[in-house]
């Protein structure tokens, strides 16, 4: 059975020896598609987080003093490997994670689009200066790097999220250390091990496999700097009040439940596309998926029709194979999990348009599977519309207008993404200033953000200051310094 482990200072990292529970030193991955464990991994406790802690701490004094051209340098290497390996990338991602293989190709792009940002970081580094203050003195603003800096991501984008994180901090000058999620432990190891080949020197990037224990000790640690993590609300809270209460910088993004608003104005057909991919895309298992959609008046009904016709279209089937166009679900238990959704919100009055519980696809029965759900005339006091589900269901809510719409979203507790489908240009620009939601889109479903604007939510979708990636990535990931110089002319003769 294939191995996957951790990877500190420049190398694999098997473990060291389970001091006081050996039963916790390694945990299984599971292909969704077939339910068998494919691989096993390694789980770090305190001792391996030590170490690739230390490996981070002894690498920094090196890569702060290197010069951003020859960063630069090496990012720019790095992008072309990542480049020239996008499908093996892929590959790992689908065999885990379960999404199919063209989804994990756009994911793979999406993180290489930070990458290149990270290529171009010169620019954003730059400091600001004032000649002549007082009298004859200058004043420099510049940013210098924190040190060690922790990533710890979700199982749903394994090599995107990471790559959200570790290329704008090392390019800014800090080592990492990152702990991915253990369902989709082996993309994050072949994107350090193409790092090494890139040129980036031992102890830089670091990887820790495991869980909460790992987590834990990295929040604890007193050698991490800043923490940035993505996942869901709950431990993401946990992790911002662990983590800053040790007195690190954290920026920590959680869970969502994406409304779209729809018009009676709207293209329909658009707006039921739009509904389609970004509910059903990735199974749903994005933060950045459509799961409720709210319908204005007349609205409603057409639009419902239309979803689902688009809806049945959707193939459910194994990310390895080409004719699919959404795969599993990651576990089990989370399969279950959003079945049981789809189950109480029947029993909590909605109605049932689509039901994706009984599915299986052939020849993989022991599959994650479950088809598409579409709920309609979803009560907001049902479980299915206050959580996040995470997975192929649609709520459909109606409302009587934009003022009932607005205000139900604005009650929603999470604030990652909203969008609305409007002719209205009006109505649009209403809806983008009033809405409580960190990504806004306007006749797109799923608004995330390109790699030079920042990416990051509101309320209980995020906690901390600075989002992802663009310019606030380079703020989390380094600190200012105002240096006021004052030389007077020299008295020497000329
Ligand atoms: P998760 O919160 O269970 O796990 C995230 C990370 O935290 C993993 O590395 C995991 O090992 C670790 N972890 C889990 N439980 C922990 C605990 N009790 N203490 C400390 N660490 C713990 O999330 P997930 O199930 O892997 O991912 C899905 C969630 O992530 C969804 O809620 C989704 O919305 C969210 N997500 C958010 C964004 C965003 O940008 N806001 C992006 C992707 C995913």
Redesign the pocket.
């Given at each position: 059975m294939k191995t996957v482990t951790h990877w500190i200072a420049g190398k694999p990292f098997p473990g060291l020896p389970a001091a006081s529970d050996a039963s916790r030193a390694w945990g299984p991955v599971t292909d969704p598609a077939t339910g068998e464990v494919t691989a096993r991994v390694a789980m770090a406790g305190p001792a391996e987080v030590d170490a690739a802690v230390a490996a981070a701490k002894q690498a920094y004094a090196g890569w702060r003093g290197s010069s951003l051209a020859q960063r630069t340098a090496v990012l720019f290497r790095y992008r072309a490997l990542l480049d020239a390996r996008r499908d093996e990338i892929a590959a790992l991602i689908t065999a885990e994670q379960g999404k199919v293989h063209a989804d994990a190709l756009g994911e793979v792009a999406r993180g290489l689009e930070i990458v290149e940002l990270a290529c171009g970081l010169g620019t954003a580094l730059q400091g600001d200066m004032s000649a002549q203050v007082p009298g004859q003195a200058d004043v420099a603003s510049i940013r210098q790097p924190l040190g060690v800096v922790v990533g710890?991501?979700?199982?749903?984008?394994p090599a995107m999220?990471s790559m959200w994180m570790f290329p704008m901090a090392i390019a800014c000058g800090n080592t990492f250390v990152h702990?991915?999620?253990?369902?989709a432990p082996s993309a994050s190891v072949l994107l350090a091990e193409l790092a090494a080949e890139a040129g980036v020197p031992e102890g830089v990037l670091n990887i820790v496999q495991?869980?909460?224990v790992a987590?834990?000790a990295l929040l604890d640690h007193p050698d991490v700097a800043a923490v940035s993590?993505?996942?869901?609300?709950?431990?993401?809270r946990?992790?911002y009040r662990r983590a800053s209460a040790g007195g690190k910088r954290v920026q920590a993004?959680?869970?969502?439940k994406n409304h779209m608003l729809v018009m009676p104005d709207a293209d329909l057909d658009a707006a039921a596309d739009a509904a389609v991919s970004a509910a059903y895309g990735s199974a749903g298992?994005?933060?950045m998926a459509v799961s409720v959609v709210v319908a204005v008046g007349e609205a409603g009904d057409a639009l419902v029709s239309r979803i689902a016709e688009r809806a049945v279209k959707v193939t459910v089937g194994p990310g390895d194979d080409p004719a699919s166009t959404m795969g599993p679900l990651v576990t089990r238990a989370h399969r279950d999990d959003v079945a049981a959704y789809v189950a109480g919100a029947a029993a909590q009055g909605a109605e049932v348009v689509l039901d994706g519980r009984d599915f299986t696809v052939e020849g993989r029965e022991n599959g994650f599977w479950m088809g598409v759900s579409l709920l309609d005339k979803v009560s907001t006091d049902s479980d299915a519309y206050q959580n996040?589900i995470?997975g192929p269901v649609l709520c459909v809510v109606r409302a009587e207008s934009y003022d009932e719409a607005i205000g139900l979203i604005n009650a929603c507790r999470y604030g990652?993404a909203s969008s609305i489908f409007t002719r209205d240009g009006g109505t649009a620009r209403r809806f983008q200033w009033e809405v409580e939601a960190g990504m806004v889109g306007v006749n797109v479903p799923m608004p995330v953000p390109v790699g030079h604007h920042s990416?990051?939510?509101w309320k209980d979708?995020?906690f901390g200051d600075h989002r992802?990636y663009g310019s606030e990535a380079v703020h989390f990931y380094t600190q200012g310094k105002v240096i006021t110089s004052s030389w007077p002319d020299s008295p020497s003769p000329r």
């Open positions: 710890i991501s979700p199982f749903n984008f999220i702990k991915p999620s253990s369902k495991g869980d909460e987590v834990n993590f993505v996942g869901s609300t709950p431990v993401a946990h992790v993004l959680g869970g969502a298992q994005r933060c996040e995470f990652n990416f990051g939510g979708s995020a992802m």
